[in-house]
Each structure stands twice: as structure tokens, then as C-alpha cells.
């Protein structure tokens, strides 16, 4: 009996060495689990000062996609000032919210999406959930959720307030592709959630 408590406390301490070891290197960043957290901090520090913060100021959405794509930067905003500069601009988007990398029949590729948008005849627009440095070569312009607007770094927190804020309810399925017409949302493509 007395073997069987003592192996116990060894393969329970063995475990916890393993838990706090797996934190540790997660927190220094040794290890990078995709689509957990922002990704921010993980950029090198050239690509983090191609990271711009809108912070509320996406009033012309031509320009600043425009921008973005000239300056090969990616613009963070949060879902009300996207679903105002939508509603601002008219006319049909598609917002495609999507995390790179993905290779899932449920994760299309930028390609597919705006050759969709253009038999809906509606201009695509690319909100990427996590930053990663991927992202910046894309030839499309790129935007991606706010996390710092959110207080948080945790994608499926700032996901779902975003979410709220774009669509404008609290739903709780997860879309992962909007079609708005003059500022309405009038379809909303539930996918297999990717983050």
C-alpha cells in the first residue's frame, strides 16, 4: 500500500512538473500555440510596427484599406467601427473572419471567398483572427480584431465580442462569414469554429 501511495505522489508530482514546464514555455513564447492568443507579442518587432491600431478612427474605408495594402501593414479594428464604416460605404461586403493557416474544408482560402463575394457581387473583406506573420504577405488587404479594444488577448474572448459588435447581437454561434448589404447584415455562414 505504501508503494502504490508513493508512486502515486511521484507520477502526480512528474505531471505537475510537466504542467508548469509546458506553461513556462508557453509563456516565454518557445512554444506558440496558433489561434490561443493574439500572436502580437510574438511578431518580430519590424512586423509589430506594421501592426496598425485604428482606435476608433475607421471613418474612410476605401482609404484605409488602400493603405493597408499599399503599406503591406494590417489594420486592427473592432466590430462597431467596422459595421459603421460598412453602413457608411454601402453597397454589398463580405466579411470573411478567418485564421490563417488553416487547412480545414471549413477555412477557405482568400481566393475562393472573393471569387464568391464577386458572383454575390459584393467586395470582400479579410478580418484575420490572430496575427501571425503570414498574414502580411498576402496581397489583399488584411484587417484583424482589436484585441487591445477588447482588453484581452485571448482570441475566443475578443471573437465573440467582436462578433456581437459586427452583427450587432448577442448571438452565440459563431460566424465566419457576413454578408452585409447597406449596412444590414442579411446572410451569415456558420463554419466550423477555427480558433
Known amino acids: 500500500m505504501r508503494r502504490l501511495a508513493k508512486w502515486s505522489i511521484g507520477i502526480g508530482s512528474f505531471i505537475g512538473c510537466l504542467i508548469a514546464l509546458l506553461a513556462l514555455l508557453l509563456c516565454t513564447g518557445v512554444i506558440r500555440v496558433y489561434g490561443l492568443t493574439t500572436g502580437y507579442n510574438q511578431l518580430p518587432k519590424e512586423l509589430q510596427a506594421r501592426v496598425v491600431f485604428s482606435q476608433g478612427s475607421l471613418t474612410d474605408l476605401d482609404k484605409a484599406l488602400a493603405q493597408v495594402r499599399q503599406q503591406r501593414s494590417v489594420l486592427l479594428v473592432n466590430g462597431r467601427e467596422l459595421w459603421e464604416a460598412i453602413a457608411r460605404k454601402g453597397g454589398k461586403w463580405l466579411v470573411y473572419i478567418y485564421q490563417e493557416g488553416c ?10 471567398v472573393t471569387h464568391y463575394a464577386e458572383q454575390l457581387g459584393a467586395r470582400p473583406l479579410f478580418v484575420a483572427m490572430d496575427l501571425r506573420s503570414e498574414i502580411f504577405l498576402h496581397p ?3 484587417l484583424s480584431i482589436d484585441f487591445r479594444y477588447y482588453n484581452t488577448t485571448w482570441c475566443s474572448v475578443f471573437q465573440d465580442k467582436f462578433l456581437a459588435d459586427l452583427t450587432q447581437s448577442k448571438d452565440d454561434e459563431h460566424y465566419n462569414i457576413l454578408l452585409f448589404e447597406d449596412g444590414q447584415l442579411v446572410k451569415k455562414v456558420s463554419l466550423q469554429r477555427t480558433s
Open 140 to 142: 489583399e488587404p488584411i
Open 103 to 112: 487547412s480545414s474544408p471549413s477555412c477557405p482560402t482568400l481566393s475562393s
